[in-house]
């Protein structure tokens, strides 16, 4: 059984106990532990079920690579599925469940699915359901989706905060073991600023668990004495629970910080997102352990050397009474030292090379441990745990020696450096054959706008195993990347080490060499997504030589833990049974993140009230107080209608629309656009982006226009007031502020560079109030607004007045065809000017009128809309608006794009019109217009669309704009328009303004 | 409209605050005015120094002397800040000194909202550090230091007018999207500790 051991466990706290529940069952463990060795300590060996066969699995790794144990933490807004219970620190009152299972973990009943195995092969599902067709989403991919899977997904908001943190270095240094502390101190000592991240709790990685002595002290006082000086220097910044999650160009680095997911008090932020810019990264992430390939080795018990070690060691935890260790290295002997050393029985030390193992085997030895050489195992007995192993030589078809009872199986493959953060942006491995491990290629790293490299690796990372060669390679790397971000660099301390002495390991990639069909169904690759050495050989039998195409035949490497353990092994199986070296097939691409990131800290702030930026004009809460129904346009919320109480949102549009026409109604306009294009050229300036004529406007006086793109087509419009003989006053369309003051930047500072003319967006400087409709005029007078008579103040003309005591900039410009007045104030006095004239209005029958009211009013007119009339391929002539482009200019933006003769000599443009229904009906918005016949395609013809259409309260009737082809030429026709999922409907060809033809009722 | 008599112009969010781990307010209305123009051309810097009394700022920098200031913008581009009550008079005074029509000033007073950050210093540059992608160590980022930038979102500039206190300026429209941000950012119980 696994239990907690007597003594021992540098980072445990035996006196701090620890409550926690793993599927309901209430367990105790102490501070220091993780979820795993706690469950370990408490006999909780298995600690899932499989993905696709519903095997027991329990804990391989004891670090963020371990693919099996998986739970489901927390409860309601704080559960999160798929978390690995190695990395999951312990807390009091830490609620764990167990996943892909059911009814329970101990009998589960998708299990037969592994008695099916031999009929669930690679490339299954793709060839299994492709017949018939139609049964793929109703019948097979439900039940394939309830048999598979791995955690539940959240069903409740996420309870939490997260933030994001923007962080700047010389030298990031990611690993916080004593390559990544080495070349930390490296680095900082040069001067640079250094910022060093480590995922887990704690400083120092393996080296305390693995042993050796530095500068004569035990790697534990080392790292203390490191961390120490670290923490001492002010361009020093450490971060524990941080994980480097992604490299991306430029130096961009994602941190993965986590708060609270190893306490019970979950206040603050939970997760923090760094957002790092550094100018050389140092990986020093260490190496993970292989698995090795034999028969079983997914049984709970099976767990990795190093684990097993760290385990005893870290946690004082014994997974199990009886260790075999089965190895193709020296390394895993260390691990059959530890057992003994904690007064465990070790029978036997299984090393698969002919030769046996160097100066660790001979400590084995002399500690009284069997060891075996060129010995492997055939197999794994037992099925929710390990009860034994029976033995067989490495180099054969695996024959059963003998049978070894034991609980635990503690193997080691060799070890893979962690080159996932050289490899994010681009950096080169290259296959050590010595070691049998990947590393980087020190002359192919990721490289920055400069052509150098921007990321170094470090220990381990590097492919150094040994603590000496580790140390050395850190303070290299470290004053490397120094250097390179411009440090003065010295010269780097260089350390006494004593450790023992490793030989070569022999390449070990299927156990043993000649394993049956049999044993090789048997032998996992890809724990998480259940891939069996038989998958990747029938994949690549069927022809995928590639190994990406292997990946996603298999699934291998594919699960959350992206191939950790998986995807050496599983590459080497493939290139063996290619018949291909290893290098030559290559491994798969290695993207970011690390391991698995929540959700929200990517979001950050972006969620919730911060979620995006709301924009409020300076009269925003007034309205909210005032019943106001908001319509979101673009990132402003403008008032869609003010419904009274009982009051329909179509009855409450129609009475706006009534009250602006026979009365008088105010308009919160404050997010047009508002643009001051200002200098000696600023009537040139304006020649050149209007279509019209700007430079002859007199000061004093408004025009409409119209702004084009290069191609010839409608980007926006509005009234231009000249303030003064080099200023004028550009308004834009709501949605065009932005765009169109970058448009005017963009063609001043890369075409027009030459032009004196500067442009400032004052958009939110000034609210904007429209006061409008018949009593207009006597509403500003009982305000006290002098000279605004239509002598005063005509039609298109503008003029400063003080209004209500407020000095304003007053407008005669109208977008409803009435009297109207628009008035300008600055926007801290805008609220102020609104209730005064609201209050005014009273006896007036004085209303506010929103979006839609505007949008009726408008297109009773036939006033065009930008974005309903145009779609980015509309001119201003489809529009009949010919009478604004002017013939006197040379040039203007978009004046040879409208030339095109597609444009210009088109009879059959789709141009503005009017359309009347016979009994007065509404038509549906952006329904089209039928032409005769079908079109190659067999689709009816179209030969127009609606692009505006309301109830007109004024006329009392339904009026629509459309785009028809040959336009007004064909008034008084009569066309057919669609509805949905009805006939379609006649409509009579007419004049688009409805209302107010000679446009008397503005010019009053 | 350079005569602004009548009510007092009001605040986008009536002067809110919030004392977190720094304390976030927003700060009363201050004239600000965007001079555009040849940074070198003699009547831009005597309208900007003239205005308030400092010397020009380099790239990336606030001259400052009290609530006057001088930031620079861009290589054309300068804002200038008097206290609000020397609103009328600066406006006159840019009347006065800016009449070649290739130098323009407008006034952007009330198109922003402005909130101060203040409290411990290396606090103070955390907090702006989680919502702004700017280096805000002490050595990147010393007193004096300008910068425009974003907030989350929206844009916004930042700088920082003495230790322990951090300015930020944005458009008066995301004055709550703004304010949001920072208090949530300096909520107790977040703290990191980057910057000692």
Redesign the interface.
């Known amino acids: 059984m696994s239990s907690r051991l007597a003594q021992g466990g540098r980072l445990i706290d035996r006196g701090a106990m620890r409550e926690f529940t793993f599927n309901g069952k209430r367990l105790k463990g102490y501070e220091g532990d993780t979820l795993a060795s706690a469950l370990l300590a408490n006999d909780q060996v298995m600690m899932g079920r499989s993905f696709k066969y519903h095997r027991p699995r329990g804990v391989v790794a004891s670090g963020s690579e371990e693919p099996n144990a998986l739970m489901g933490i927390g409860t309601g807004g704080r559960f999160e599925p798929n978390q690995r219970a190695t990395m999951q620190e312990l807390f009091d009152g830490l609620q764990a469940e167990s996943q892909n299972h059911w009814p329970s973990l101990e009998f589960d009943v998708g299990a037969i699915n592994a008695k099916m195995s031999r009929f669930f092969p690679a490339g299954f599902y793709y060839k299994t359901f492709l017949w018939p067709r139609s049964f793929w989403e109703k019948v097979y991919e439900p039940i394939v989706r309830q048999a598979a899977g791995l955690g539940k997904a959240p069903k409740d908001k996420d309870a939490d905060?997260y933030?994001?943190?923007?962080?700047?270095a010389d030298v990031l240094v990611v690993g916080g073991g004593v390559a990544g502390l080495t070349a930390a101190l490296e680095a900082g000592r040069a001067g640079a600023?250094v910022l060093l991240l480590e995922q887990t709790a704690h400083w120092g990685g393996r080296a305390p668990v693995d042993g050796g002595k530095i500068a004569g002290e035990e790697a534990e006082t080392h790292v203390a004495n490191l961390v120490a000086e670290l923490e001492a220097m002010?361009n020093v910044?450490l971060r524990l629970r941080c994980m480097g999650a992604g490299v991306y160009d430029h130096g961009y680095v994602l941190g993965y910080e986590r708060l609270t997911d190893h306490l019970s008090d979950k206040?603050?932020?939970r997760h923090?997102l760094w957002?790092i810019?550094a100018s050389q990264i140092v990986v020093a992430g260490g190496a993970i352990e292989r698995p090795l390939s034999f028969a079983g080795n997914d049984v709970p018990g099976v767990m990795l050397a190093s684990a097993v070690r760290d385990y005893a060691v870290n946690y004082g935890v014994a997974p199990g009474d009886r260790v075999v260790v089965v190895t193709n290295n020296d390394d895993a002997y260390r691990t059959a030292l530890a057992m003994k050393a904690e007064g465990l029985e070790v029978p036997v030390i299984l090393d698969a090379r002919a030769a046996g193992g160097g100066a660790l085997a001979e400590q084995a030895r002399a500690a009284g441990i069997r060891v075996e050489a060129g010995k492997a195992v055939a197999k794994v007995l037992g099925a929710k745990r390990v009860t034994g192993v029976e033995v067989c030589a490495q180099n054969g078809s695996g024959s059963t020696i003998e049978t070894v009872a034991c609980d635990v199986v503690a193997m080691s493959g060799g070890w893979s450096p962690i080159v996932h953060l050289w490899s994010h942006c681009g950096g080169k491995l290259i296959w050590d054959e010595t070691h049998a491990m990947f590393r980087p290629d020190p002359d192919k790293a990721p490289t920055g706008a400069d052509g150098k490299g921007f990321v170094l690796c470090a220990g381990s990372s590097n492919g150094a195993l040994l603590l000496s060669e580790v140390i050395v390679d850190a303070g290299r790397a470290g004053l490397a990347a120094a250097e390179a971000a411009g440090f003065e660099a010295p010269v780097a301390q260089s350390w006494q080490v004593d450790e023992v002495s490793e030989i070569p390991l022999a390449a070990v990639w299927l156990m043993p060499a000649g394993a049956s069909y049999d044993k090789r169904a048997k032998t996992w690759l890809d724990y998480q997504n259940d891939v069996k050495v038989s998958d990747i050989q029938l994949a690549a039998q069927e022809g995928y030589e590639s190994v990406e195409h292997a990946k996603r035949y298999t699934t291998l490497g594919m699960a959350t833990d992206q191939g950790k353990l998986s995807n050496i092994n599983g590459l080497a199986i493939l290139s063996a049974s290619l018949g291909e070296a290893i290098p030559q097939v290559g491994t798969t691409t290695f993207r970011p993140p690390y391991t698995p990131v929540s959700m929200g800290a990517l979001a950050g702030?972006?969620r919730g009230?911060?979620f995006?930026?709301?924009?409020?004009?300076?009269i925003h809460d007034w309205h909210e107080s005032h019943g106001v129904q908001w319509e979101p346009v673009g990132?402003?919320r403008r008032p869609f209608c003010f419904p009274k109480a009982g009051e329909s949102t179509h009855d409450a549009v129609n009475r706006e629309v009534l009250t602006v026409r026979e009365k008088v109604g105010l308009l919160d306009a404050s997010t047009l656009g508002k643009l001051?294009v200002?200098?000696?050229d600023a009537g040139k300036f304006l020649d050149l982006l209007y279509t019209n004529m700007m430079s002859n406007l007199k000061p004093g006086r408004c025009r409409y226009g119209l702004m084009c793109n290069e191609n010839g087509f409608l980007i926006d419009d509005g009234v231009v007031a000249r303030i003064d003989?080099?200023t004028f006053l550009c308004h834009t369309t709501t949605g065009g502020a932005d765009t169109i003051h970058a448009h005017m930047e963009e063609w001043l500072q890369t075409e027009w560079w030459d032009l004196?003319v500067?442009v400032?967006n004052?958009?939110?400087?000034?609210g904007q109030i429209a006061v409008v409709g018949p009593m207009a005029r006597q509403l500003l007078e009982v305000l006290g607004t002098p000279n605004i008579s239509k002598e005063e103040l005509p039609f298109m003309a503008w003029a400063?007045r003080?209004v209500?005591?407020?000095?304003?900039?007053i407008y005669r410009i109208s977008f409803s065809g009435e009297l109207s007045y628009e008035i300008?104030v600055?926007?801290?006095?805008a609220?102020?000017l609104w209730e005064a004239l609201y209050e005014a209005g009273h006896g007036f029958g004085v209303a506010p009128y929103g979006t839609e009211a505007l949008h009726i009013l408008r297109a009773e007119k036939g006033f065009i809309m930008i974005g309903d009339e145009t779609d980015g391929t509309v001119i201003p002539q489809d529009l009949n608006l010919d009478w604004a482009i002017s013939k006197k200019k040379d040039d203007f933006i978009g004046k040879r794009g409208q030339q095109r003769q597609h444009l210009a000599l088109n009879p059959d443009r789709w141009k503005l019109v009017g359309l009347e229904v016979a009994d007065g009906a509404v038509l549906e918005d952006g329904a089209y217009i039928l032409d005769a016949g079908d079109n190659d395609k067999g689709q009816r013809n179209m030969q127009g669309r609606i692009t505006s259409t309301y109830y007109s309260p004024t006329l009392k009737k339904g009026i629509a704009m459309a785009l028809l082809k040959g336009g007004l030429s064909r008034a008084g026709e009569t066309v057919e328009v669609t509805r949905l999922g009805t006939t379609p409907v006649a409509a009579k060809v007419v004049e688009p303004v409805f209302y107010d033809k000679d446009g008397e009722k503005q010019n009053v | 409209m350079s005569d602004l008599s009548g009510p007092a112009p009001v605040l986008a969010l009536g002067g809110a605050a919030f004392d977190g781990y720094v304390r976030v307010a927003e700060e009363p209305l201050r004239a600000m005015f965007t001079l555009r123009g040849d940074l070198s051309a003699k009547a831009l810097k005597n309208a900007a120094t003239g205005l308030a009394a400092v010397d020009m700022p380099g790239q990336g920098q606030v001259a400052l002397n009290g609530e006057h200031c001088i930031a620079w913008m861009s290589p054309d581009e300068l804002l200038v800040m008097t206290p609000w009550d020397e609103h009328a008079k600066a406006l006159g005074q840019l009347d006065a000194t800016l009449t070649d029509p290739a130098l323009n000033y407008t006034d952007v007073s009330q198109a922003r909202a402005l909130f101060s950050l203040s409290g411990p210093d290396g606090l103070v540059r955390e907090v702006a550090a989680k919502l702004a992608p700017v280096d805000l160590s002490p050595a990147a980022f010393p007193a004096g230091s300008f910068r425009r930038s974003r907030i989350g979102q929206v844009s916004a500039a930042i700088w920082m007018p003495a230790p322990g206190r951090i300015e930020v300026v944005c458009f008066r429209s995301v004055a709550d999207y703004v304010f949001t941000l920072l208090r949530d950012a300096a909520r107790p119980g977040s703290e990191v500790g980057l910057f000692g």
């Open positions: 905060s933030e994001h943190l923007y962080a700047f600023r002010p910044t206040s603050g932020p923090r957002r810019r702030q972006g009230e911060t995006q930026p709301l924009r409020r004009t300076p990132h402003w001051i200002k200098g000696p003989e080099n004196q500067h400032a004052v958009t939110e400087q000034y400063d003080v209500g005591g407020i000095p304003c900039r300008s600055p926007a801290g006095q609220r102020a």
